[in-house]
């Protein structure tokens, strides 16, 4: 896994929450390879309301559709690990909207790491990080 700092590009994929790779969730298969990939990590934000390309509203308000809510995928690292990623990204994603922008990385730090961070720090004493 890297550890992105400085200039990075952020990777967006829309898709529908219901949406599936060999029986399970697209946005899993996506995790997990971006993972395997050594990307710095991944995260997935389900939305309540939303519409693509097929200008159909997905809401939670409505029940017959909240089933298809809409859902994206965030990954952000180096410029060119996020561009080698990509081809994964051509065999998985069907239907939906991918995007890449530039971003900055300001802090990149791990659950415990944060705290041997501070321990050398009387006035972080008790507080968390990010």
Same mark, same amino acid.
């Given at each position: 896994m890297t550890r992105p700092t400085g200039a990075a590009l952020r990777l967006t994929v829309f898709i529908g929450e219901s949406d599936t790779w060999h029986r399970k969730p697209l946005?899993?298969?996506?995790? #997990? @390879?971006? @993972?395997?990939? !050594?990307?710095? %990590?991944? *995260?997935?934000?389900? !939305?309540?309301? !939303?519409? !693509?390309? *097929? +200008? =159909?509203? #997905?809401? +939670? @308000? =409505? =029940?017959?559709? +909240?089933e298809d809510l809409p859902v994206a995928v965030v990954v952000v690292d180096t410029e060119e690990r996020v561009r080698a990623f990509l081809p994964e990204l051509d065999e998985l994603v069907t239907e939906g909207m991918v995007t890449l922008d530039r971003c900055e990385v300001i802090r990149y730090v791990g659950r415990g790491e944060a705290r041997a961070e501070n321990q050398g720090?009387?006035?972080?004493? %008790?507080k968390k990080s990010l």
């Open positions: 946005y899993t298969e996506i995790v #997990h @390879r971006a @993972r395997a990939a !050594g990307l710095a %990590g991944a *995260s997935v934000f389900r !939305g309540i309301e !939303g519409f !693509g390309a *097929s +200008s =159909l509203i #997905h809401t +939670s @308000r =409505l =029940l017959s559709l +909240s720090d009387p006035d972080m004493k %008790g």
